[in-house]
């Protein structure tokens, strides 16, 4: 796509009659964010800008502060378990988010995984258009924005995402440029969810398999998203992903050495700088209600039990 033709697409979206025809106008060019910059776009869609002075100034902090934890050993050492469960207790509760080492997923799987994300984004725009959809029940569903139509905004982002259990997709519904290493990433993250959901449950003074069958999380359904941020030519107008809290039950979250990732923790914003062969674990809006509900039937059997 040439930049004379990239720039007509920009203004024809910028003079449409009405929001909702000027986000039909971009979406039905398919090329996302990624294609307005292969082409040279030099001012962003209207649709685009932000007020960022809505948002809270960004934390000067130099270095990660949420809490690492070493999973090394906690499938063996007793002693280890106790000690990591009693750490994601700890971290869930003032944080929501902690980083865990030595997870069992190899550094090799998670280095190609970013290489996958970013091949399939770096394809030739005619190739990716084949795949845009805003049809959420296919198996792998490409575009930019999700709530394309319904944010106030829109993010300077391009998205894919693909279920990935409790069963996996046919490989040829996946594109070829990533689709060993997405089948491959989704059996590594089950296996690591599994662990997750043990020692969360374990946190809870539950049994290791409470939550598991709950039905709930990694055993009903795990979800693999991948998200592209081109360089934005007005980086003052624009952001990657507007604050939010994760609606799921858990998040795995794997950066590439770019971050840009930050977390709210005491009306503060944190920088969260990328650890090579770490993942980010938050803890879903799912998860925090079903905490609540059974902390608070937790208690109520002691009390009881107490009295009787």
Not at 170 to 193: A, S
Request: glycine fraction near 6%; hydrophobic fraction near 40%; proline fraction near 6%.
């Amino acid at each position: 796509m040439v930049e004379g033709e990239v720039e007509g697409r920009v203004k024809m979206i910028n003079n449409s009659d009405d929001r909702m025809s000027e986000l039909k106008a971009f979406d039905d060019t398919k090329i996302g964010v990624k294609g307005l910059v292969d082409g040279g776009v030099t001012k962003i869609p209207t649709l685009f800008h932000h007020l960022l002075d809505k948002f809270p100034n960004a934390s000067k902090t130099a270095h990660t502060m949420i809490p690492v934890i070493d999973l090394e050993g906690v499938a063996k050492d007793p002693i280890t378990r106790q000690q990591v469960v009693s750490r994601i207790r700890e971290a869930s509760e003032t944080w929501g988010f902690f980083q865990v080492l030595n997870h069992g997923i190899p550094e090799s799987v998670l280095e190609e995984m970013k290489e996958g994300v970013r091949r399939f984004f770096e394809q030739d725009v005619e190739v990716k258009k084949q795949v845009y959809t805003r049809d959420d029940m296919k198996p792998f569903v490409y575009n930019s924005n999700f709530d394309l139509y319904s944010s106030s905004a829109l993010n300077w982002r391009d998205s894919f995402s693909c279920q990935l259990a409790p069963e996996p997709p046919k490989p040829q519904d996946l594109p070829e440029v990533c689709r060993d290493i997405l089948l491959q990433y989704g059996t590594n993250v089950t296996k690591l969810g599994i662990t997750l959901f043990e020692l969360l449950s374990e946190s809870l003074n539950l049994h290791s398999n409470y939550l598991r069958d709950m039905k709930l999380g990694i055993t009903e359904q795990i979800r693999c998203a991948g998200h592209y941020y081109p360089p934005c030519p007005e980086p003052e107008l624009a952001i990657g992903t507007t604050k939010h809290s994760d609606a799921s039950f858990l998040t795995v979250l794997l950066q590439d050495h770019i971050g840009g990732l930050q977390i709210l923790h005491n009306d503060k914003w944190i920088d969260v700088r990328p650890v090579p062969g770490t993942l980010v674990v938050n803890i879903g809006d799912l998860l925090q209600a079903s905490s609540l509900i059974l902390f608070t039937l937790y208690l109520s059997q002691h009390w009881l039990f107490f009295f009787n």
